[in-house]
C-alpha cells in the first residue's frame, strides 16, 4: 500500500468480522482504513496516523438479484466488472464507468464517487444506490434506504456516504438500481481546431441529448491516450450514442451531417475500436500506461455548465502539457498534470484560483506519494456546509477512527 504503512491488516469475510474489527480498533485506539480494490487510495488527504487497514475485499458476493425488479444486492468487494458480467447475463447494466473495473469494488466505487463518461444521460453512481448496510465508528451495524426503487422513508443517508471516502461508516452491503441493457452503442469522432468548436458541435445535438450519453472534448496529452488514430489533432469531440438500434443509427446520421463541413469530417468507429474508446474513457486517466502514481497529479474541475469550455481553458493556461478530457453538459473537466519542476502544492494553489475565477472548484484525485498533502489542498478551503458535515460525523464516529484525515473532517 503506497499511502500508508498499517500497523495490521485484517480481512474479514462476513459482516460479524467487520463489527468486530471496528470495535477492537476503537477500544485500542487505532485508527481504521477501510479498503477494497485499491483503485482509489490516491483520492483524499494524507493519513493522519497509522492505523489498521480494514480489507473488504472478501466481502464479495451476490446478496440478492431479482432481475424483474432491476435491483440487485451485492457486498461491498464485488468487483464492477464482475457485476457487470452478471448483469450481462439478464441483458442489465449499471451505466457508469468506473476506472479499472476489473480491480475497483462497489463499495470503493460509492464511498469515492469518480467522475466517468456517461453522467450527461445516466447520472452519477450514487443516483442508482438505493440502499446501504453500514457499520459505522462505534461499531454499530445500520441500514440505510432499502431494496426497492421507489421508496421515501426516512432520511435519505445514502446520499450521505456516497463520496464520504468511508469516513461516516464500513460500507458493509450495496443495494443498486440497474438499467436494460441499451440494443445499440455507437461512437462518433470528429477532430477540431478549438474548444470553442467543441462547444459549438455540443451545441447542435444537444437538444437530441436522450440519446447521448456522452459528450466529452480530448484535449492535450488525452488524445493520443484514448484515440491513437487523431494524435495529431489538438482536439477531439467524441459523443456516444445509447438506444435502439433503428433510433441509434437515425441519430448517427444526424450528428455526422450536421457536423461535417470543409474543414470538418465526422467518423463513425467501427466495433472494436467503439468497445476500446469507451473503455479507455472510462479508464482516463488511470488506464493501463497512461497514469504515473509517482508522477501525475489528477485533478477534477466543477463548474456551471455554461463554464466548462472556460474551466478548461483555464486549465490549460495552468498547464500547456496537461492530458484533458472535458465532460460537456456536466461541467465537469478531468486533468492529469505533471508538474515536474514546481511543487504541487502550490501549483495547486494556481490551478484553483484558476477554477475559481469562472466559478468552479477543484479537487485532487490523485497525487504523488511524496507530496503528501492535506485535506486543504485536496478539497479547498473549508466550506460552510462543512460544519454540518462534521456534526454527522461526530454523531457517527464519536472518535474520529474512520479514515482520520482522508476527508472534509478535522484538522487540516
Known amino acids: 500500500m503506497r499511502w500508508f504503512d498499517p500497523v495490521e491488516t485484517l480481512a474479514p469475510t462476513d459482516v460479524t468480522g467487520v463489527v468486530s474489527a471496528v470495535r477492537d480498533a476503537r477500544e485500542r485506539g487505532l485508527v481504521v482504513y477501510p479498503t477494497g480494490g485499491g483503485t482509489a487510495l490516491g483520492f483524499g488527504g494524507w493519513p493522519s496516523a497509522k492505523g489498521l487497514e480494514l480489507s473488504l475485499a ?35 447494466w449499471l451505466p457508469v464507468g ?49 431494496r426497492v426503487v421507489k421508496n421515501a422513508a426516512g432520511y435519505n443517508l445514502c446520499r450521505l456516504y456516497s463520496g464520504s471516502l468511508g469516513t461516516m461508516g464500513v460500507i458493509t452491503g450495496v443495494t443498486l438500481m440497474v438499467r436494460p441493457r441499451p440494443g445499440a452503442t455507437a461512437i462518433v469522432t470528429c477532430s477540431l481546431s478549438t474548444l470553442e468548436e467543441g462547444k ?106 455554461a463554464a466548462t469550455i472556460e474551466l478548461t481553458a483555464r486549465l490549460r493556461e495552468t498547464d500547456a502539457e496537461a492530458s484533458l478530457v472535458t465532460h460537456c453538459g456536466c461541467g465537469t473537466v478531468v486533468a492529469c498534470c505533471r508538474p515536474e519542476t514546481e511543487d504541487p502544492t502550490s501549483f495547486l494553489t494556481r490551478a484553483r484560483a484558476a477554477v475559481s475565477s469562472v466559478g468552479g472548484r477543484l479537487c485532487v484525485r490523485s497525487y504523488p506519494p511524496g507530496a503528501r498533502l492535506n485535506r486543504d489542498a ?15 460525523k461526530d454523531r457517527f464516529d464519536p472518535q474520529d477512527i474512520l479514515n482520520r484525515g482522508r476527508f472534509i473532517f478535522g484538522a487540516p
Not at 63 to 87: F, H, N, Q
Not at 378 to 392: H, T
Request: glycine residues 10%; charged residues 25%.
Open 58 to 92: 472478501g466481502l464479495d458476493k451476490i446478496v440478492d438479484y431479482p432481475a424483474r425488479d432491476l435491483t440487485i444486492t451485492v457486498e461491498p468487494g464485488l468487483t464492477l466488472k464482475s457485476l457487470g458480467e452478471m448483469l450481462a447475463r439478464e441483458g442489465q
Open 98 to 146: 468506473i476506472p479499472n473495473a476489473d480491480r475497483a469494488t462497489v463499495g470503493g466505487a460509492v464511498s469515492s464517487e469518480p467522475p466517468y463518461p456517461g453522467r450527461l444521460r445516466f447520472g452519477s453512481l450514487r443516483d442508482y444506490v438505493l440502499g446501504l448496510s453500514i457499520v459505522d465508528g462505534r461499531g454499530v451495524e445500520f441500514t440505510a434506504g432499502g
Open 378 to 392: 485536496v478539497f479547498g478551503p473549508v466550506r460552510e456546509e462543512w460544519r454540518l458535515a462534521q456534526r454527522l
Open 200 to 305: 459549438a458541435l455540443f451545441s447542435t445535438i444537444r437538444k437530441d441529448a436522450a440519446l447521448l450519453s456522452t459528450f466529452a472534448l480530448l484535449s492535450g496529452r488525452a488524445v493520443a491516450q484514448v484515440l491513437p488514430r487523431a494524435s495529431a489533432s489538438p482536439i477531439v469531440a467524441v459523443a456516444i450514442l445509447d438506444g435502439l438500434k433503428e433510433e441509434v443509427g437515425w441519430m448517427v446520421d444526424r450528428v455526422i451531417s450536421s457536423w461535417r463541413s470543409d474543414q470538418r469530417i465526422p467518423e463513425l468507429a467501427d466495433e472494436a475500436e467503439r468497445d476500446l474508446l469507451r473503455s479507455r474513457l472510462s479508464d482516463f486517466p488511470f488506464g493501463p500506461s497512461v497514469f504515473d502514481p509517482e508522477r501525475d497529479l489528477v485533478i477534477e474541475a466543477n463548474g456551471p455548465i
